[in-house]
């Protein structure tokens, strides 16, 4: 069975641009997280979906968004990016919100802000 | 809120022998999960084993187990035989189990070196 995948692989943006990072959830899964980690820490908690509804939100600013499709998959869009944006952003699925259900993760997606 | 900490910046191991990785948590949720990752260069965090708060008996998956220790607030990792393969970042996390919380808070990790 295919896991998580998430597009691109990795993104070179400058300040004040706009980013789209996609993210396929294990087949049957319906819950879709994802996370920031900067280099030397470990990931943040950004958002969690699911089926299409916002369960929770971490502490980041409005310049960051998301949302679930259908099928279950995620965007995470940021807006008007800055430097301290550049991290590695992974997603993680899930077949439900439960605190119980293990989150799988995908390989990431590696944004550089310049 | 919750914390994790893990105080090992980086440890070295022999192939073939036993390992440690600390993790001691900080939490006032009545229950709650806790779980191990390992993430190589490539970036991917891989699960490895869990732990939830009211289980008695120390998880285990292959040569991964857990070191549960309530009363001090630790679930250390131990990787037995170690292979080289196993040289990678791993990260100790947690989540309450109830009062609907679903993020995963993580600690900074530990570098884990596998020498020949």
């Known amino acids: 069975d295919a896991g998580v995948t998430q597009s691109p692989t990795h993104l070179i943006k400058t300040r004040g641009q706009h980013v789209t990072l996609r993210c396929s959830p294990i087949s049957g899964h319906k819950s879709v997280s994802w996370y920031q980690q900067v280099l030397g820490q470990g990931p943040q908690f950004i958002f969690q979906?699911?089926?299409?509804?916002?369960?929770g939100r971490g502490n980041f600013p409005d310049r960051f968004s998301a949302r679930q499709f259908p099928n279950y998959s995620s965007e995470l869009n940021v807006n008007a990016l800055l430097l301290g944006d550049s991290a590695l952003y992974l997603c993680?699925?899930?077949?439900?919100?439960?605190?119980?259900?293990?989150?799988?993760f995908g390989p990431g997606t590696r944004l550089t802000v310049l | 809120a919750q914390k994790i900490t893990q105080t090992q910046p980086g440890m070295f191991v022999q192939e073939k022998e036993a390992v440690t990785l600390d993790c001691t948590y900080d939490t006032s949720d009545p229950s709650y999960g806790l779980f191990w990752y390992k993430q190589p260069s490539s970036g991917e965090m891989i699960f490895l084993i869990y732990q939830g708060s009211y289980d008695q008996q120390n998880a285990t998956e292959g040569r991964y187990s857990l070191n549960f220790q309530k009363a001090r607030k630790s679930a250390n990792l131990v990787i037995s035989a170690s292979q080289l393969g196993d040289s990678a970042m791993y990260f100790c996390?947690?989540?309450?189990?109830?009062?609907?919380?679903?993020?995963?808070?993580f600690g900074k990790g530990t570098k884990l070196t596998v020498n020949p």
């Open positions: 993680a699925s899930s077949l439900g919100p439960w605190s119980t259900d293990t989150q799988y």
């Open positions: 979906y699911y089926e299409k509804e916002e369960r």
């Open positions: 996390a947690m989540r309450p189990i109830q009062g609907g919380s679903e993020k995963l808070v």
